[in-house]
């Protein structure tokens, strides 16, 4: 990896293609009308400790969902069991298939697709070899192997969505953090995927990158189902459509931005944890 090429990375700057966005996310809107998220006393247990304790959580297209809370109330380990990396118990449909119990390979081929707090991406390959190994997701082996001759439309779409178009030939070991997330992001656009759970995704990007962002998932989640699981307040605030406030394990508070501050659980809950939760309870309240 040369100097060159990561101080290259360091002096783009990432801009939304408002335009190729759409061409992205463009869908006949019938092809999304059955999709939404349905949990049903969910629960997950790691050797006695229930980590999360009979969750419901509906969350529809056109809902950009928010999962905010202390930490260890549950947040991350939800998602990992819709998304089949956590065992659990209960009852999770998304686009009226059963995907507790399913393997996790089968979960994202039903239309689930996530991001991590730290991004995962092959960091060796480049930035274009990540968005096509996501594109071919649903190809067979043989397809996979064989030699293309271009970029294919969706890649390249999504290359200009993401604002990463010159960057398309770099490693994307030497993309900044806020980058990564972008091609995260990227990633599961050009996999099809109608569930989009994120987990911090506008951790470490500038206030503009976080503006960007926002527009971004907000112009997604009018066609597909988006949760976010985030700490950022500003952010919420700005974007949630609707939000959901776990504690230890369970759903403490849910509504829109406005109903949640106002919840004197959710308050009590904030100012109950020390002189560093009174600052988030400043931000939530």
């Known amino acids: 990896m040369s100097d060159d090429t990561t101080s290259a990375a360091d002096e783009v700057e990432v801009q939304l293609d408002p335009q190729a966005l759409e061409a992205v996310i463009a869908a006949p809107e019938s092809r999304f009308r059955h999709d939404y998220l349905e949990v049903r006393g969910l629960r997950v247990e790691f050797d006695g400790f229930v980590a999360v304790d009979g969750v419901d959580l509906t969350v529809t297209q056109g809902d950009l969902r928010f999962l905010i809370g202390p930490n260890g109330a549950g947040k991350t380990t939800i998602v990992d069991a819709i998304t089949g990396l ?3 118990s209960g009852s999770v449909r998304f686009g009226g298939v059963d995907l507790v119990g399913r393997p996790a390979h089968r979960i994202v081929r039903a239309g689930v697709g996530r991001t991590f707090q730290t ?7 480049s930035v274009l070899q990540n968005l096509d190994i996501a594109a071919g997701s649903g190809r067979r082996l043989p397809t996979l192997l064989r030699r293309r001759s271009g970029i294919p439309d969706e890649v390249a779409q999504a290359l200009e969505t993401i604002g990463l ?3 398309a030939d ?8 806020g980058q990564k997330q972008w091609l995260e992001i990227g990633m599961l656009l050009v996999q099809d995927a109608r569930l989009l759970l994120l987990d911090e995704p506008v951790a470490g990007m500038s206030h503009a990158e976080r503006e960007q962002t926002g527009q971004l998932l907000r112009r997604i989640g009018e066609q597909r189902t988006v949760v976010v699981v985030e700490h950022d307040m500003e952010f919420l605030r700005t974007f949630a459509s609707s939000v959901t406030v776990l504690h230890q394990g369970r759903v403490l508070s849910e509504g829109s931005v406005a109903q949640v501050q106002a919840d004197p659980s959710v308050v009590e809950v904030y100012l109950g944890r020390g002189a560093g939760a009174r600052g988030a309870a400043g931000e939530v309240a």
Do not use: I, K, N, Y
């Open 86 to 88: 956590a065992r659990c």
């Open 119 to 125: 991004a995962s991406v092959f960091d060796e390959l």
């Open 165 to 167: 178009t010159a960057l």
């Open 170 to 177: 770099a490693p994307a070991g030497v993309l900044a953090h």
